[in-house]
């Protein structure tokens, strides 16, 4: 009896006698791990009936779009009877309609419309595009004025600085004959100036100043200063000199 108390008790384990099913149950009670091919897999979501419809829908509204633009692509047969209708008031394939010719040769395009927006409102594609082209041209044109003002502040400071430059050859022009103290003497007793600490404003010249000054040389010693030359009489410079400034030389 104890040689038979110390076997093996097939009855202890009653899972042994129990199906599948109740056996894992059993076990995830018991609090042990569940086997992984016990797990149930999940099944994949589907699609909901409304999002079915609103696939098909589109799906519908698609073919039809492409079998209407493959029915305008293709040329109306000869045997339509508009076509043979046309050929009897002597309409040519490939020319515009009219009698002298001057009608259509290319029929009215058609437009597919699937929102319900009015006739002539812009879609969010049209109204995106339109935006995009609006802004491009805002900047191009903001492009072209920048070039414009570049190119006259250009024109401007040329202008300056070649009024500065005739203005100080005439005003050397009118020391020598004057016989008093040339240009070089100035920037000597400017540069004696400035090692004495003393600052010298900047002068500015302007076109009047130009032009009185070359007046002078006309006027009372029959000089331009364009030609280089003294005239003996006014006479002889104004017939001889084209004009006061250098545009007319």
Not at 30 to 47: F, I, M, V
Not at 167 to 175: H, I, M, Q, S, V
Request: aromatic share 6%; proline share 3%; with cysteine.
């Amino acid at each position: 009896m104890a040689a038979a108390g110390e076997e093996d008790d097939y009855m202890g384990d009653l899972s042994l006698f129990l199906p599948a099913e109740v056996s894992s149950s059993a076990k995830k009670v018991n609090g042990t791990k569940e086997l992984p091919s016990a797990r149930k897999t999940k099944r994949p979501k589907t699609l909901s009936w409304q999002e079915r419809r609103k696939f098909e829908k589109e799906r519908k509204q698609r073919e039809e779009d492409e079998y209407t633009k493959s029915r305008l692509e293709a040329a109306i047969p000869e045997t339509n009877l508009g076509f043979r209708m046309l050929r009897q008031m002597g309409y040519k394939p490939g020319t515009a309609l009219g009698k002298e010719g001057i009608g259509r040769a290319e029929p009215v395009g058609l437009e597919i419309r699937r929102s319900r927006a009015g006739i002539g409102r812009e879609t969010p594609e049209d109204a995106a595009a339109r935006i995009e082209r609006e802004v491009s041209e805002r900047l191009r044109r903001t492009e072209e004025e920048m070039v414009v003002e570049f190119g006259s502040r250009q024109r401007t400071q040329w202008r300056e600085k070649r009024v500065v430059g005739d203005y100080r050859k005439a005003d050397a022009a009118l020391a020598q004959l004057e016989k008093r103290e040339t240009v070089e003497v100035k920037k000597e007793e400017g540069n004696e100036k400035e090692e004495a600490g003393e600052e010298e404003e900047e002068e500015v010249i302007t076109e009047e100043d130009l032009h009185e000054l070359l007046m002078k040389l006309r006027d009372g010693h029959f000089y331009c200063l364009y030609c280089g030359f003294q005239y003996e009489s006014m006479e002889a410079l104004e017939s001889a000199c084209p004009g006061v400034y250098e545009e007319n030389h």
